[in-house]
């Protein structure tokens, strides 16, 4: 099982719509959560990070639910350039395998067409 | 332009050559990570130095890898003897980290070098 899990897409949705993403971490020692967005062949630029409480960033809310290792991102009022690759990042300090190390999902691709 | 920067952006090599990548992270960042990342893939972390320090190094990273960070400023990636699948994006990040934790840093990646291995 991987660490980190997405589902692929795409996601192909119309300028305006709402859209949901799930990720589901394997590991209950993971500390801290993002979400990064990568365009096509550039580099992962920070999103936002996700706190337990839910927190909300203009059109982009991210949520936690610990007890079920499960972080979601809702966008709201799709628009064009929201289009790219949405990745989940999960990181902490293992106590089995010493690791600190941020851990990425493959990403969620999403298509907002006009 | 203050972000990571990273050289060369593309390499192409053939086989068994060795090829080195740099890093030089966002001036008064003292951790730096080196990632790699294939097609349809998340980041895959490979090291990470706090300051000069390599602290960690991931199962993914062979006896061919080697990193350096030797002055806490620039880092260096070498591959030796590269092979076929090596070829992905080479990704670079630093972070201003608090003492003991990465958990809560925030990555600032480069463009990344895209390494093609004939």
């Known amino acids: 099982r991987k660490e980190v899990e997405q589902d692929p897409g795409p996601f192909n949705v119309p300028e305006g719509a709402t859209v949901a993403f799930n990720c589901t971490y394997s590991?209950?020692?993971?500390?801290?959560f993002f979400w990064y967005r990568q365009d096509c062949r550039k580099e992962p630029k920070l999103l936002m990070s996700?706190?337990?409480s839910g927190n909300e960033d203009g059109r982009f809310t991210a949520q936690l639910n610990r007890a079920s290792q499960y972080i979601s991102l809702l966008i709201r009022d799709s628009k064009l350039s929201d289009s790219a690759t949405y990745l989940c990042?999960?990181?902490?300090?293992?106590?089995?395998?010493?690791?600190?190390?941020?851990?990425f999902g493959s990403g969620t691709r999403l298509q907002v067409q006009p | 332009d203050t972000g990571v920067s990273q050289n060369p952006r593309h390499k192409i090599t053939k086989r068994g050559q060795n090829v080195t990548f740099r890093c030089d992270p966002i001036?008064?960042?003292?951790?730096l990570y080196w990632y790699r990342q294939t097609l349809g893939q998340g980041p895959e972390f490979l090291t990470y130095?706090?300051?000069?320090?390599?602290?960690?190094k991931s199962r993914l990273l062979s006896d061919r890898f080697s990193a350096e960070r030797p002055k806490g400023s620039f880092s260096t990636l070498e591959i030796q003897r590269t092979e076929q699948g090596d070829s992905a994006m080479y990704l670079c990040?630093?972070?201003?980290?608090?003492?003991?934790?990465?958990?809560?840093?925030?990555?600032?990646f480069g463009p990344g070098t895209r390494l093609t291995v004939l």
């Open positions: 990042v999960v990181t902490g300090y293992y106590m089995d395998t010493g690791r600190r190390a941020l851990t």
């Open positions: 001036s008064e960042h003292n951790r």
């Open positions: 990040a630093s972070s201003k980290g608090v003492a003991g934790l990465t958990s809560t840093d925030t990555q600032y």
């Open positions: 590991n209950s020692a993971s500390q801290s």
């Open positions: 996700v706190y337990s």
């Open positions: 130095f706090q300051n000069e320090a390599q602290l960690e």
